[in-house]
C-alpha cells in the first residue's frame, strides 16, 4: 500500500513579502513558499556588491550561491577568477559563490533569486 502525504498549495506575492531588505541603491523582497526563500532584488544603475552590499556583509566578495532569473535589465557578475558573464533579460544563471556584481546601464534590472534569499544582504 501506498501512502501520500498531503500537501497544500501555497501562493504568495513579492508585493506583499515576508521581508524586506532596503540596501543601498536596491529593494530586496523575500517570500517564503513551502521549505523555500524565494527573492525578487531590483537593483538600480549605479549598483554595486563591492559597494553595495560588501559594508553589511562583511565579506571580500559575495558568498551567497544564486539560481537566477533576469526579468530586466544588465547585470555583469564577475568571479573571483577574473570570469565574467552579462546576464540579459530571460538568462537563468547559476552563480556560485565568490563574486562580484554590479549593473550595466542606465535600466534598472530585476531579478528573482531562488536560492540565496535566506541570506542575501545579511551579515
Excluded at 61 to 90: A, F, I, W
Excluded at 104 to 109: A, I, K, Q
Aim: neutral net charge; aromatic residues 6%.
Amino acid at each position: 500500500m501506498t501512502t501520500h502525504a498531503t500537501t497544500m498549495m501555497e501562493v504568495k506575492h513579492f508585493d506583499s513579502p515576508d521581508e524586506t531588505r532596503p540596501l543601498p541603491k536596491a529593494s530586496v523582497q523575500v517570500v517564503k513558499v513551502g521549505n523555500n526563500t524565494l527573492m525578487r532584488g531590483t537593483f538600480e544603475p549605479g549598483w554595486k556588491w563591492s559597494e553595495c552590499v560588501k559594508p553589511s556583509a562583511g565579506t571580500d566578495s559575495c558568498m551567497v550561491h544564486h539560481v537566477l532569473y533576469l526579468v530586466s535589465g544588465r547585470m555583469m557578475v564577475q568571479m573571483n577568477d577574473g570570469t565574467r558573464q552579462e546576464l540579459k533579460p530571460g538568462c537563468a544563471s547559476v552563480v556560485p559563490p565568490g563574486h562580484d556584481a554590479w549593473i550595466v546601464g542606465n535600466e534598472p534590472c530585476v531579478a528573482v533569486d531562488f536560492t540565496g534569499g535566506e541570506v542575501y544582504g545579511k551579515k
